[in-house]
């Protein structure tokens, strides 16, 4: 008898995590998983421009069963991806939580930082431990997450887990007190982690890389999925703006990925669709593996999809290129749900998806279609600006670096013989005669800089004062350094940068669409505000209220 009352419970569980709850019923207070889909590099008008081949599983579904945060910018410069996904999940910006460029400069050193490095940290699942790709970890994000939150919420119950090709969009995202980040070491071809999660991989995870998964999606190679000539929103195959893989003298289709992946190795599949596959893979084993919102306490599974930034950083926006990348990961993302639907149960599961900036078109590319734009040149910049200065204050090589459109002054060589406002205010003066630059600000000074006030919000909350340049230059819009003179890129205030989606669906969302403007530091007050535990602790954005209505 009491077998039977057993089993009879156990399938209720069963049918009760597979079923819609029913009306009236009463909601659980907290969904069972939440789910935060980034895609790197996403505009917001992919949703639209490719929307007539989406099928209903995707986006589609999202945008019909969920609510669209339609007019959602990013508050701060620079736009980065390292930057994009600490603002997105702790609510914050580089001036408070200290992650200020995929790179920056300690100003007190000199010394540059990649935004997660740790030299603490082991590299576990590589067969050396001191391997860079894994020397990695949440060390250099200063405030909490929202999963840092739903971990002290529930007394570090709740299970958070993040995924990602990228080291930085995987670790910042699940936060400190992660059961684990994984990220993909192309060398290797095999998902690793850090000794600040954990000691050695779990068996799943390695049991998956023991299957060569990158080798084997590779060896599919990149064919459109559709007849060539039907790509009616992109330019032609082959034209001047895409970089070619390296090896192929022309970025035309098809994309050979099986025989580039013998030159190229593993880490090839960064640039291709089937790194989404590959990511959303993990993800899916990890929700198996870990038991992903399978019990009452609230997990949090962090993807980021690092491919689209590949992709758009090589073809740029008006390549077929990336609208069968868009067309592949639709496809994707409707697979996804339905697993999702499956495990955790339609209703059960809050899902986000934004992205952690967006992306310009190639320079080259808006000029030929006589549209405003140009390519600085940053290096020569750099050259003359040091040669003007050293004529005025005697020393070479001022200045240490230009990136991340920031002024970084050689700090070593800042003696009490050169008269730091002199040497800012030079340099401003220099900068603003190079052509393609709007504003030249001292950061110190931006109060009061004559410039638009959206520009100004957006310095004063990239501008950290340990780790920032002193001066920030603006360029003019479709301006960005020649670095990328093929393919394209981001990084700047503008819309083509700053736009992104931001859809939601699931456990405790209305149905609908919004133009309200919101902002990225706004994703987590509204997660907290849904799941009613404490926004992180350098928020400063708002919960979004059309939402929680
Ligand atoms: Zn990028």
């Known amino acids: 008898m009491k077998k039977v009352y057993y089993l009879w419970v156990a399938a209720s569980l069963i049918i009760s995590s597979v079923a819609l709850p029913a009306a009236g019923e009463k909601r659980p207070d907290r969904p069972k998983l939440v789910v935060g889909i980034v895609v790197d590099q996403m505009r917001w008008d992919y ?25 959602t910018l990013l508050n701060y410069i620079p736009t980065y991806t390292a930057i994009g996904h600490a603002s997105i999940y702790t609510g914050s910006v580089p001036a408070i939580h200290g992650i200020a460029g995929n790179e920056f400069f300690i100003q007190a050193t000199g010394k540059s930082l990649y935004c997660t490095r740790d030299e ?12 860079a790709v894994g020397k990695m970890s949440p060390r250099n994000l200063q405030a909490s997450t929202i999963t840092d939150e739903l971990e002290l919420a529930t007394n570090f119950r709740a299970k958070v887990i993040g995924v990602s090709l990228k080291d930085r969009a995987s670790i910042l995202p699940a ?20 000794s600040w999660y954990r000691d050695a991989l779990p068996a799943w995870l390695e ?39 390296s090896g192929n003298v022309s970025p035309r289709f098809p994309v050979k990925t099986s025989e580039l992946a013998r030159t190229l190795g593993a880490g090839l599949i960064r640039s291709t669709p089937h790194g989404s596959t590959m990511t959303l893979d993990v993800a899916r084993l990890a929700i198996d593996n870990e038991a992903l919102g399978a019990d009452e306490i609230t997990d949090f599974l962090a ?11 090589q073809f740029g926006p008006n390549s077929i290129k990336i609208e069968d990348a868009y067309l592949r990961l639709d496809k994707e993302l409707g697979e996804f749900l339905s697993f999702l639907d499956k495990r955790v149960g339609k209703g059960n599961y809050l ?12 320079a080259q590319f808006l000029l030929d279609n006589d549209i405003p734009a140009g390519n600085w040149k940053e290096g020569e910049t750099r050259t003359a600006l040091n040669l003007h200065l050293k004529e005025r204050f005697g020393k070479e090589k001022l200045v240490a670096s230009l990136s991340n459109y920031q002024v970084t002054f050689n700090r070593a060589l800042l003696d009490d013989a050169i008269d730091r406002d002199a040497l800012r205010a030079a340099t401003v003066a220099f900068l603003e005669q190079v052509e393609g630059v709007a504003f030249v600000v001292e950061m110190e000074k931006v109060a009061s800089a004559p410039i638009p006030a959206a520009i100004r919000e957006r310095i004063i909350n990239g501008y950290n004062r340990a780790l920032s340049g002193e001066i920030q230059i603006i360029m003019k819009p479709a301006w960005y350094s020649d670095r990328d003179r093929r ?17 939601w669906m699931g456990w405790g969302i209305p149905r609908g669409r919004s133009n309200t403007e919101v902002y990225l530091t706004d ?20 919960p979004i209220i059309d939402i929680l209505k």
């Not at 421009?49 to 609510?67: N, P, S, V």
């Not at 603490?120 to 391997?131: F, K, L, Q, V």
């Not at 070491?185 to 998902?191: F, L, M, P, R, V």
């Not at 993807?303 to 950083?313: C, F, N, R």
């Open 207 to 245: 049991e998956y890389n023991r299957t060569r998964p990158a080798e084997k999606l590779l060896a599919l190679d990149w064919n459109p999925l559709y007849p060539i000539e039907t790509y009616l929103q992109s330019a032609p195959d082959d034209n001047p703006y895409e970089e070619p893989f």
């Open 351 to 362: 899902l986000f998806l934004t992205a952690d900036h967006a992306g310009a078109h190639n």
């Open 487 to 503: 393919g394209a890129t981001h990084g700047t205030w503008n819309p083509h940068d700053s736009h992104v989606p931001l859809l």
């Open 175 to 194: 936060g400190h007190a992660a059961d684990a980040a994984y990220w993909f070491d192309g060398d290797s071809g095999c998902w690793i982690t850090s």
């Open 120 to 131: 603490e940290a082991r590299s576990i699942g590589t067969p050396d431990e001191n391997a």
């Open 303 to 313: 993807v980021s999809l690092s491919s689209p930034d590949y992709i758009g950083h």
């Open 523 to 542: 994703i987590a007050p509204t997660v907290a505000a849904l799941l009613r535990v404490q926004m992180p602790n350098g928020c400063i954005g708002k």
């Open 47 to 71: 949703l639209y421009r490719f929307r007539e081949r989406y099928a209903e599983t995707g986006f589609k579904r999202i945008l019909g069963e969920g609510f669209s945060c339609e007019n």
